[in-house]
């Protein structure tokens, strides 16, 4: 039975300040599902304080990018020790918008989910395509080249510790969903991939989340499909009320 897993990803926003006042909300918030997994993954600003509010509840939180090695000259970036030193459980890893403002590449991706592993991260991993490609009918295409890529070279036990997030690009901060029945669609064929690439066992394992545009008018449906394991909510996750109300939206026979 996979346990859904509900991460925000708050991108580019809130202060240190703001980032306590919304954690002190999901905090209380957040207790009445312990069956559901949570996290947050705050800008590296705030990540700190964050984790010390965080630090004695069942919620987790993480980083939304790093680089692959572990120090040294690479100003600007921040190292998996880093994230590791702070408990973080999660880092976001290959997002649309490093790949689409800051040349992230699905090699540069495969390397940070290793590094992640080194230092017991558990990397969430964003796969998705742009409309584009979603007209041109190379959906399963193109995520399938993303998993082969960015995954391949993981042992079995990495790849179960491992969380995949489906993000059509054109979904993400639009407003638009994929129908839960398309997103059902893609994860079905990402875990069908899966079991080529490692064993069925392991493709059993793995939890796939969707992200794009989730919120809590959409959250009961997307959640309630076999193949979909959580959400990677972006901007419905900088509301406490939307965010736990998402997560509430977790089928309770998931738990
Ligand atoms: C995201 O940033 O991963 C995301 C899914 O954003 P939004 O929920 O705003 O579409």
């Not at 599902?33 to 993480?62: H, M, Q």
């Not at 940070?112 to 395509?129: Q, W």
């Not at 009918?137 to 070279?153: D, F, P």
Request: hydrophobic share 40%; glycine share 10%; net charge negative.
């Amino acid at each position: 039975m996979r346990k859904t897993v509900v991460v925000g990803n708050w991108k580019m926003n809130m202060t240190r300040s703001e980032a306590l006042a919304l954690v002190r909300s999901l905090k209380v918030k957040l207790q009445e599902r312990p069956d559901v997994e949570t996290g947050v993954c705050p800008p590296f600003t705030a990540l700190a304080a964050v984790a010390e509010l965080l630090r004695d509840t069942a919620i987790g939180w993480g980083g939304q990018n790093m680089f692959h090695e572990d120090s040294g000259a690479y100003t600007g970036e921040i190292s998996p020790p880093m994230l590791a030193d702070l408990g973080c459980r999660y880092v976001i890893l290959g997002h649309s918008e490093r790949r689409q403002y800051f040349g992230e590449t699905d090699e540069g991706v495969a390397k940070k989910v290793a590094a992640a592993h080194r230092h017991g991260l558990t990397p969430i991993v964003c796969v998705g395509e742009t409309l584009q490609q979603r007209e041109a009918g190379e959906t399963e295409t193109v995520v399938a080249v993303q998993v082969r890529n960015g995954l391949s070279g993981l042992s079995t036990d990495q790849m179960r510790h491992t969380i995949i997030a489906y993000e059509p690009v054109w979904a993400i901060g639009t407003g638009r969903t994929a129908t839960p029945e398309d997103a059902n669609a893609v994860h079905a064929t990402i875990r069908t991939l899966l079991a080529e690439m490692f064993d069925s066992m392991t493709a059993e394992t793995v939890r796939i989340q969707y992200g794009g545009s989730v919120k809590p008018s959409n959250a009961a449906d997307l959640l309630s499909q076999r193949e979909i394991d959580g959400a990677l909510v972006g901007g419905a996750s900088l509301k406490a009320e939307d965010f736990v109300a998402i997560v509430k939206s977790a089928p309770k026979s998931n738990s």
